[in-house]
């Protein structure tokens, strides 16, 4: 038989820690499908703050790797509509995203 749970066994939730660099949640304002350096899909995601952040985008290039895909949760293989920031929590100055946006080759919004 276990032993009686008395408010010194019991556990409690662990918090998280929270990084210096952790800055708020901001909306994707425009969105970029690229490769990176070294041949990996990326999106690069255009904020609402004027800052721009880059995520790993999944890309199933053989037949194996499709069906794959199949069994993964529909939130990894579709853009972000909400990403950190991590300029704004360092301290930086917001801008036009529009400025960002048609710097990296977007329409002109």
């Known amino acids: 038989m276990s032993k009686p749970r008395d408010s ?22 425009y969105i970029f499908e690229r490769t990176g ?25 053989t037949w194996s790797a499709q069906v794959r895909s199949m069994f993964q949760p529909l939130e990894e293989k ?4 909400r990403c950190q920031c991590h300029y704004c929590g360092s301290g930086v100055a917001k801008q036009d ?3 960002l946006v048609t710097a990296f080759g977007g329409p002109k919004i």
Do not use: D, F, N
């Not at 010194?8 to 304002?29: C, D, N, W």
């Open 78 to 81: 579709l853009a972000p509509k």
């Open 8 to 29: 010194t066994t019991k556990t409690r939730p662990r918090r998280a820690h929270r990084s210096e660099l952790a800055g708020p949640m901001r909306e994707v304002v």
């Open 97 to 99: 995203p529009a400025l």
């Open 37 to 61: 350096t070294r041949g990996g899909a990326i999106w690069w995601l255009v904020l609402e703050c004027g800052h721009a952040v880059a995520r790993k985008r999944y890309e199933a290039k």
